[in-house]
């Protein structure tokens, strides 16, 4: 059965906008109190605002282990304690392996994969005491890799394994993990590399289907909310996902390289040459949200 979340405490990182930021206003529909974690104080404060008294909110970053375990401790002191946590927090750089920023991949690492850990570990005291869940956020990344997005690409993955491994090793303890493995949902991340890049929009539009569709940000978070009830151990967004997860060999496979291969050969090259003219790895917003 379904549990309730009438009153459970969640904490969600990567809080201030787009997935965070609507699977909050849910779960306080359904009678959740939210605390919200994140690098934007006046998006924080504005959400929490719109959701009203008792969902405290938290400036903190997650690639830093005593930023994130202050912020988890508090929740769980304002909350009376924590019985799910969602792991969102995630940034998308520009560029290809070739032409990369080695600073943008590197933080994105930290940030996709380094954040996940960290987060979890401040979390778990208070996960193994209520016998909690934590969902981490990956991505339809983790096993559908293209090209002009390695970084992403590698932390997903590395935050799905990581995902998988924790819950080998917490479930005794009475904790479930899961995974949520979104397409490209209608946020301010895609939007942004979409405005910034005209090749990723080129790209996405090339890519086969189930890989090039778009959800809509409540449908996520319904999605989202609906596996936190489950406890469920892989959450698909939209779950046509699914089937690139059993297929997951199939993007890497040399049939699907020769199919992408003259867009490929096109669209990369240009991307290359858009990001040297942006002169950044990241949108302009996440640029300066990383320069904190």
């Known amino acids: 059965m379904p549990m309730s979340m009438s009153g459970k405490a969640v904490a ?12 909050a206003r849910d779960l306080v529909r ?13 998006e924080l404060a504005s959400v929490a605002d719109e959701l009203g008294t008792g ?3 938290f ?3 997650v690639t830093d ?8 401790d508090e929740s769980a002191r304002q909350l009376g304690g924590i019985d ?3 792991a969102n927090a995630g940034v998308a750089p ?15 690492v930290d940030v996709n994969l380094n954040g996940v850990f960290h987060t979890a570990r401040a979390a778990l005291p208070h996960l193994v005491e209520r016998r909690g869940y934590l969902l981490v956020v990956s991505s339809l990344s983790a096993f559908a890799p293209i090209g002009g997005m390695a970084a992403y690409t590698a932390s997903k993955a590395g935050s799905e394994a990581l995902a998988s491994a924790l819950s080998s090793e917490v479930g005794h303890l009475g904790v479930a993990v899961g995974s949520a493995h979104p397409s490209w949902i209608d946020t301010d991340l895609v939007r942004d590399a979409s405005a910034d890049l005209p090749s990723f929009r080129a790209m996405r539009a090339k890519l086969p289907w189930p890989m090039h569709s778009t959800t809509n940000v409540a449908d996520c978070s319904r999605a989202l909310v609906a596996g936190m009830e489950r406890r469920a151990r892989r959450v698909y967004v939209p779950r046509s996902v699914m089937l690139m997860h059993w297929l997951r060999n199939l993007p890497a496979s040399r049939l699907v390289e020769r199919l992408m291969l003259p867009t490929v050969r096109k ?14 790895g990241f949108s302009s917003r996440n640029d300066k949200l990383q320069g904190k």
């Open 65 to 72: 282990p005593e930023s994130i375990k202050t912020a988890i």
């Open 59 to 61: 400036e903190a970053d």
């Open 84 to 86: 799910v946590v969602m």
């Open 55 to 57: 969902h405290p909110w």
């Open 30 to 42: 359904k009678g959740a109190r939210v605390a919200l974690i994140g690098l934007e104080p006046d």
């Open 94 to 108: 520009f560029g290809t392996v070739r032409d990369h920023d080695p600073r943008a991949f590197t933080k994105t």
């Open 267 to 280: 669209l990369l090259p240009q991307m290359e040459a858009e990001v040297a003219e942006l002169g950044r």
């Open 12 to 23: 969600i990182t990567g809080a201030a906008r787009g997935i965070g930021a609507q699977t």
